[in-house]
């Protein structure tokens, strides 16, 4: 199959229709969670990754959309328990939201994109009313197998209006790293509309461009971050689907993100925390295309140093895996053309990733098991945005004088 018909062009702003000025272009990608079974080789879609951002509300984007369908699918593999740290981090939200906003007896709150139910673990066990809606239908059944009630199923305005006529509304709607995820975002503020309670909130986490850019976190773009928020984008969208941003926080999840609360205009106060950070992005020159093309460079930059670097090794005769088959780590294979031959296997911890093939670069995917067995003299760390706690568990292949390799925000070894 021809890879472009899978595509649809996006040449005006998917929120507003101006225009949107393409600002980097990191070439072809395939699924960045579409693990292959060997003898699926030959059958990856695959998509132009290129991002620009709008002239007129400022909103980063991409300019070709992967399919829905192809991305969050039963068999989409990642799991958010993966992580301690995201665990103690859903556990906190949950503490909060049940102080400040689930009070009620019979609040309902409902998370877009679920997947294995962190969040709702700890809000159903102090039973709290609760519906996580999720396609994948993996990650949803690992969230039952722990008490969660789930909807397999997109979330828009159909299957919101379905639930709010089964359940009554949503006091509380929650959704991380998936908003940004769906191009198609006018859908999600509809059903949003149909289910929140007329004094209800919807909290959503997604990671932050100005992050992305000062950091140049380049691999945080792959097919599933559709949208690279920021305050002032945010701000102007939910404006224009009948809501209103009424706070916003910087959070260290991810390596930077934003928590956005919205409510249904003037049911909330507007905390100064909007209009401050919408003045910083300003300063900062968030919506300036510049900016971005600045970004570009640095990315190339990346790409060559990363490259010399492994090449070096190789010949040196060391020995470097790449320690976790994360999502990003499509984007840095494949942009950088990085394969088994400079990576011969990837260790992660996520079951439904073992034994099978990175996306696109096609390098193998070990166990955990297999870091230590023996240990590389390099490891080249994709899941950087877990590293205090992998570089916490992993002590002894440091003493062991292993060392790792970090490519961002430039290439260097630790
Ligand atoms: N919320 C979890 C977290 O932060 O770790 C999971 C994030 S995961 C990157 C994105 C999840 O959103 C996937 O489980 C995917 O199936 C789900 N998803 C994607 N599009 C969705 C939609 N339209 N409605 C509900 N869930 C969706
Ligand atoms: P993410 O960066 O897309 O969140 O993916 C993180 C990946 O890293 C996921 O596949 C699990 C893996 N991982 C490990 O292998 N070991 C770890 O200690 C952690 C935290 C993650
Ligand atoms: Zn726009």
């Known amino acids: 199959m021809n890879s472009r018909e899978l595509v649809s062009a996006a040449p005006a702003c998917r929120i507003c229709a101006g225009p949107v000025r393409e600002w980097v272009d990191l070439g072809r990608q395939p699924v960045s969670n579409a693990f292959l079974r060997p003898r699926d080789v030959g059958a990856e879609r695959f998509f132009r990754l290129?991002?620009?951002?709008?002239?007129?509300?400022a909103m980063v984007q991409q300019l070709e959309a992967m399919p829905t369908d192809h991305m969050f699918r039963a068999d989409y593999p990642y799991r958010s328990s993966t992580s301690d740290g995201l665990r103690r981090h859903f556990e906190a939200v949950a503490g909060r939201l049940r102080d400040t906003e689930l009070t009620g007896p019979g609040d309902l709150v409902v998370e877009i994109g679920c997947n294995d139910g962190l969040l709702l673990r700890t809000l159903g066990a102090a039973g709290v009313r609760h519906l996580g809606v999720d396609p994948s239908a993996g990650a949803a059944q690992a969230a039952t197998a722990h008490g969660v009630e789930v909807r397999v199923d997109f979330f828009d305005e159909r299957s919101a209006t379905a639930i709010r006529a089964e359940r009554g509304p949503a006091k509380v709607v929650f959704s991380a790293n998936t908003i940004s995820h769906i191009a198609d975002i006018d859908e999600v503020f509809r059903g949003v509309d149909r289910l929140l309670t007329p004094d209800g909130i919807f909290v959503f986490e997604d990671r932050y461009v100005a992050d992305i850019v000062e950091y140049a976190y380049f691999d945080q773009i792959y097919d599933e971050h559709f949208y690279l928020f920021s305050v002032r984008a945010v701000d102007a969208m939910v404006a224009r689907f009948g809501f209103e941003l009424v706070d916003v926080e910087h959070i260290p999840i991810h390596g930077g993100s934003l928590?956005?609360?919205?409510?249904?205009?003037?049911?909330r106060p507007r905390r100064?925390?909007?209009?401050?950070?919408?003045?910083?992005?300003?300063?900062?020159g968030l919506g300036e295309h510049d900016t971005y093309a600045r970004f570009g460079r640095q990315i190339d930059r990346i790409g060559a140093d990363l490259v010399a670097l492994l090449t070096d090794l190789r010949g040196a005769g060391r020995r470097v895996v790449g320690y976790g088959a994360t999502s990003k780590s499509a984007t840095v294979t494949n942009y950088c053309g990085i394969g088994p031959d400079l990576v011969p296997y990837i260790c992660d911890t996520t079951p439904e990733k073992q034994g099978r093939l990175s996306p696109g670069a096609h390098i193998p995917v070990r166990p955990h098991e297999a870091f230590a067995d023996p240990y590389p003299d390099y490891a080249l760390l994709f899941a950087w945005n877990h590293a205090e706690e992998i570089m916490a568990k992993e002590r002894r292949f440091v003493e062991q004088g292993g060392r790792w390799i970090l490519y961002v925000p430039h290439v260097h070894i630790v």
């Open 50 to 57: 290129a991002v620009g951002i709008c002239a007129d509300c």
């Open 259 to 267: 928590r956005y609360t919205v409510a249904r205009p003037g049911a």
């Open 272 to 284: 100064p925390s909007v209009a401050r950070m919408i003045d910083d992005e300003a300063r900062y």
